[in-house]
Each structure stands twice: as structure tokens, then as C-alpha cells.
């Protein structure tokens, strides 16, 4: 399958600093999404890109979509508590003959020090 | 609800047993994928169906592992003889199968091999 490298593995921050980790790839993707993942929970998506240099905004957190399409970033500002997780980007190619289209990095665990 | 289902929620069973895991997808998703991941490690991506396609069973990781999806709508995931390195968090994912429709994930069954 791809792959994708994200980072970093993980991240210690104060709460109120910002937080910004990324995801490359050596392919080219159709669309770019960003989950999160609560302890006991399945992930839940964050921040969904379709274009090369979107650039979206959900809250606080903001993703792009790489211009080479081989990397997406997502910024989280003025981190809170309730951030903590485990961050998953995903790249996802065009549909095909059936073969399996979507594919995880390794994710980024965030721990917020109050 | 109107989200992914996934039952049983846990299932202890003992070494050597046959398990069965069950996915609810969303209704109207034609895309259904199955996930392992062991704990506080990343998704491993085990299989997917969309629509009438013979699956993609690319990523699972024995023969005792299997999986069907019955009328495009529930699937079910076996293991047969299972180990104890079977242990993990089984999570489903569904989507509307196009290309730019992001998954939800159900809240994943944690199997526990004793």
C-alpha cells in the first residue's frame, strides 16, 4: 500500500501554544482528511481537502491540501485541554477497480499540559 | 443512531475460540472498510468493500481471517483459531464510495485474547 509519513509521533505542549504536525507522501492524492482520535472511540474527522492548495479552517484547526498533492499539514491554535488525541491524516486516491483507496499515517499523539 | 455500529463493543474469549465481529455501516454507503489497531499504535488497514466489487482482501493478515459483506449493507468479520496476538481494537469504517466522501468510523470492538 502507500505510504504515508506523519509527524511528529508525538507532542508535549502547554496549554494556549499552538500545534501544527504534517503528513507527506511519496504519491499523489485526490483528497487529504484529518481525524482524531478519542481514547475508546473511533476516529472522527476533523478537516476533509479536495484541491491542491485548499486551505480550510474548522475552529481552531486549520488544514491545506499540499500544491504537489503529496502533503497535507493541520494547525491546531490556542490548544486546549479537550485536544488531546491521537491525530490521523489520510490520503485518498481516486476510485479504481475496487482495490482499497484510502491510506492512514501513523498518527500524531498530542498531550496538552495544563 | 444515524452513525457506523459496531457490536460486540468488547469480547473476551479464550485461545484457540472463533470470533465474529459485526459492522452496521451508514445506510446508503457502498464502501465499508475494516481496521486493526493494537494499542496506542496506528490503523491497519484489513479489507474493503465497495458496492458490488469482489473486496480488496489485500491487508488481511492470515487465512484464518475472514470477512463478508451480505446484501451491501452489514459485514462481518471472523477470526478463526485465534491467537493471542489477535488482541486489538477491530474499528469499521464507511463511506458513500466516491472518491471525495470521507469514512466515520464505528467505535471499534476491543477483542481481548486470554
Known amino acids: 500500500g502507500q505510504q504515508l509519513n506523519q509527524s511528529p509521533q508525538s507532542m508535549f505542549i502547554q496549554e494556549g501554544e499552538d500545534v501544527s504536525m504534517n503528513c507527506t507522501s511519496s504519491s499523489i492524492f485526490n483528497t487529504w482528511l484529518w481525524y482524531k482520535q478519542d481514547p475508546g472511540e473511533g476516529p472522527v474527522l476533523l478537516i476533509a481537502?479536495?484541491?491542491?492548495?485548499e486551505l480550510t479552517s474548522n475552529g481552531r484547526l486549520t488544514a491545506q491540501f499540499g500544491i504537489t498533492r503529496k502533503d497535507s499539514f493541520l494547525n491546531i491554535s490556542a490548544s486546549i485541554p479537550s485536544d488531546v488525541g491521537i491525530y490521523f491524516c489520510?490520503?485518498?486516491?481516486?476510485?479504481?477497480?475496487?482495490?482499497?483507496?484510502?491510506?492512514f499515517g501513523t498518527g500524531t499523539r498530542l498531550t496538552v499540559i495544563p | 443512531g444515524a452513525g457506523v455500529s459496531q457490536s460486540p463493543s468488547n469480547k473476551v474469549t479464550e485461545k484457540g475460540k472463533d470470533v465474529e465481529l459485526r459492522c452496521d455501516p451508514i445506510?446508503?454507503?457502498?464502501?465499508l472498510y475494516w481496521y486493526r489497531q493494537s494499542l496506542g499504535q496506528g490503523l491497519e488497514f484489513l479489507i474493503y468493500?465497495?458496492?458490488?466489487?469482489?473486496?480488496?482482501k489485500s491487508g488481511l493478515p492470515s487465512d484464518r481471517f475472514s470477512a463478508e459483506r451480505t446484501g451491501g449493507s452489514v459485514s462481518t468479520l471472523t477470526i478463526q483459531r485465534t491467537q493471542q496476538e489477535d488482541s486489538a481494537v477491530y474499528l469499521c469504517a464507511s463511506s458513500r464510495g466516491r472518491s471525495n466522501q470521507p469514512q466515520h468510523f464505528g467505535d471499534g470492538t476491543r477483542l481481548s485474547i486470554l
Open positions: 468493500f465497495q458496492g458490488n466489487s469482489a473486496p480488496d
Open positions: 489520510a490520503g485518498q486516491l481516486a476510485l479504481g477497480t475496487g482495490a482499497n483507496n484510502l491510506f
Open positions: 481537502l479536495y484541491k491542491a492548495g
Open positions: 445506510s446508503g454507503h457502498t464502501a
